[in-house]
């Protein structure tokens, strides 16, 4: 179990439901975020939003641009979700094993598990599946906040971005 006790107390009162978890970093809230939870609670009774804390995200300079206490006020404001947990884990796998969620939802992003440089994608459907649970991925139109941050903040200068698109079209997952 997790040292949450909110999280210990929302689970204890939610036995019986079928519960639906969603995990990433959550910075930079889009439409795609919205069609992607919205279409995950679909699955479930219960919908738990966990998002990665700052200081396990490699996103790049000054990423998250908003820390984790404000990206979880701003998820929490969002109707359809029913519990809001801040992971201080570079994975989510102790947190599935925690959860033990019914379905645990990831962007189509996540279809190919050897594009996902961390790893994690196989750690944490090990532990969902020791549970029973179901590795569901959404197929709803996806959009990166990374390129949203990259695009229309200041992060960069333009040479930084030229580097940046350069890079981009040569790096591959290999």
Request: proline share 2%; charged share 30%; hydrophobic share 35%.
């Amino acid at each position: 179990m997790l040292k949450d006790k909110n999280l210990n107390f929302f689970l204890s009162k939610n036995k019986k439901k079928r519960i639906v978890l969603c995990h990433g970093v959550f910075d930079v809230l889009h439409i795609g975020h919205i069609n992607y939870l919205k279409e995950a609670k679909s699955l479930g009774d219960i919908l738990i939003v966990s998002l990665t804390s700052k200081k396990f995200v490699n996103k790049g300079p000054g990423r998250p641009l908003f820390n984790d206490i404000e990206r979880k006020r701003f998820l929490k404001t969002i109707s359809f979700i029913d519990y809001v947990h801040i992971n201080h884990s570079y994975t989510a796998s102790k947190l599935i094993k925690t959860i033990k969620p019914n379905f645990y939802c990831k962007g189509k992003d996540y279809q190919i598990f050897k594009n996902d440089l961390t790893n994690n994608i196989k750690r944490e459907v090990s532990e969902l599946k020791k549970n029973g649970g179901k590795l569901k991925i959404i197929n709803t139109k996806t959009y990166s906040s990374s390129s949203l941050v990259n695009n229309n903040f200041k992060n960069y200068n333009n040479e930084q971005k030229k580097i940046i698109s350069i890079v981009r079209r040569e790096l591959t997952s290999d």
